[in-house]
């Protein structure tokens, strides 16, 4: 992966962060959330493990250098491309590692932060944090520090995608395509759901993928209702088989794209082409929908009321949501509708499940674009069924 590129991200990102945080009134972030430290740092140390132990953090303040604390362990290579940012050794609190000894670390932790807080002059300003154990919130609150939650600052920061971002993104796209495109055509009656998961999974690894955030993947009758996982189930002739990838590809981006193929060389029910037709024309009217300046609500509002009613009850429950390093900011929903507007830079995967209940078979698709000053972009080009699609 492109050093250079991954620095400009880094770049990009940490404006995009101290803006947020001087419009949210925080001196600085504490950020312990994988992603977020990510984003801001062009790091990563072992992302799965430290979405449930915290092992590492850092602090970005709102003016001034960040400082980044590493797993004790993390080989010395790792290296933040940002080239002010001072690493040092995190303290671990983790009852994993440190059993009855974890409230005294995290008052170690929370010792430790202070001192830098006092050190850059904001010792008893608002600090935001991502997320925290109870052992580390509360250690932090009883030094004195003055929490606020920051997650929507940073989110708000990470809309807004970067030049370098952008060519990440479409990077993960180029692993994720390829290893649909794998699927596609190695998907065959006899397989397990876990087998196929396991090909498109494999695939994408093999290209530089890092991990994927869920295992949707569903054949015949177990793809009405929609979020159901991979399982046992042997895929028969004629059978749909829907999947959504929620691939975290090279560098950290995600490739958010779903497709469903018909198993075997089967002609097509007409329930089959109905819900492809439909899913695919509601793709079509989302990203008409897409332009900037066009506020979340109204757009939501339109949508709503333009997939078929049938499907409400099942539908999906974003229409569209940010696309970054994860699932983020912003959503645009059927209802409880969210403020803000769209702006040119934004990634949206744009969702389409349709299913009806009591049926026995639903249909998942999304695609993932950038919104432009002159368009949308279409960013995920993996095959789509011909035989359901009629091209």
Known sequence: M?????????????ARTRDALRRHDLAAALLVDPVNIRYVSGTSTMPVWTLHVIDRYVLVPAEGEPILWEYASAPAELVSPHPHLETRTATSWSVFGSAERARGRAERFAAE????????????????????????????????????PVQLAIEQA????????????????????????????????????????????????????????????????????????????RIEPGDLVAFDTDLVGPAGYLADVSRTYLVAD?????????????????????????????????????????LPRAYHPQRYPFIAHGSGLSDEYPAIVFEDHH???????????VEAYVGIEGESEGLKLEEQVL???????????????ERLSGL
Not at 341 to 346: T, Y
């Open 2 to 14: 492109s050093a250079a590129l991954v620095r400009g991200a880094v770049e990009h990102a940490l």
């Open 113 to 148: 932060v202070v001192d830098v807080l006092r050190q850059r002059g904001i010792r008893d300003a608002r600090i935001g944090v991502d997320r925290l154990d109870t052992y580390g919130f509360l250690a932090l609150q009883e030094a004195g520090v003055h929490l606020a």
């Open 158 to 233: 990470r809309a807004l995608k970067g030049t370098a971002e952008i060519e990440l993104i479409r990077r993960s796209l180029r692993a994720c395509d390829a290893a649909i495109t794998h699927l596609h055509r190695t998907l065959r009656p006899g397989m397990t759901e876990n087998e196929a998961w396991a090909v498109l999974t494999g695939r994408a690894f093999a290209l530089g993928g890092e991990y994927v955030e869920a295992r949707l993947l569903s054949s015949g009758p177990r793809t009405n209702p929609w979020f159901r996982e991979a399982g046992d189930r």
């Open 266 to 306: 089967t002609r097509p029910t007409a329930r089959q082409q109905r819900l492809y037709a439909d899913a695919e024309a509601f793709l079509a009217e989302i990203i008409g929908e897409l332009k900037p300046g066009a506020a979340f609500d109204e757009v939501g509002e339109r949508l709503s009321r333009r």
């Open 339 to 349: 403020a803000g507007q769209i702006e040119a830079g934004m990634v949206f995967s």
């Open 371 to 385: 919104v432009t000053e002159g368009g949308v972009e279409l960013l995920s080009h993996a095959p789509h069924d």
